[in-house]
């Protein structure tokens, strides 16, 4: 895993990837609302995520928000 913290201007960046890892176990299933709260928690302050699975087999996530007001 990898976590990147950085800014672009007045915006926050925060980007987050994994290899995807070797299953060594079912995963669990969860309420499906992990991903959708965390863009509504960024939404709230102005920011936004993107998400995507890496070419390798693995998931990326990068979220953006305002840290300084206008």
Same mark, same amino acid.
């Given at each position: 895993?990898? #976590? !990147?913290?950085?800014? &672009?201007? &007045?915006?926050? =960046?925060?980007?987050?990837?994994? /290899?995807? $890892?070797?299953? !060594?176990?079912?995963?669990?299933?969860?309420? $499906?609302?992990? *991903?959708? $709260?965390?863009?509504?928690?960024?939404?709230?302050? $102005?920011? #936004? *995520? =993107? /998400?995507?699975? !890496?070419?390798?087999?693995?998931?990326?996530?990068?979220?953006?928000? %305002?840290?300084?007001? %206008?």
């Amino acid at each position: 895993m990898a #976590v !990147t913290i950085g800014h &672009d201007g &007045d915006c926050l =960046e925060i980007e987050v990837t994994d /290899t995807g $890892g070797t299953r !060594t176990a079912r995963s669990r299933t969860g309420n $499906g609302r992990g *991903l959708i $709260g965390l863009r509504e928690r960024l939404a709230l302050h $102005g920011g #936004v *995520l =993107e /998400t995507s699975r !890496t070419t390798g087999g693995g998931y990326r996530l990068k979220a953006r928000v %305002p840290w300084r007001t %206008p």
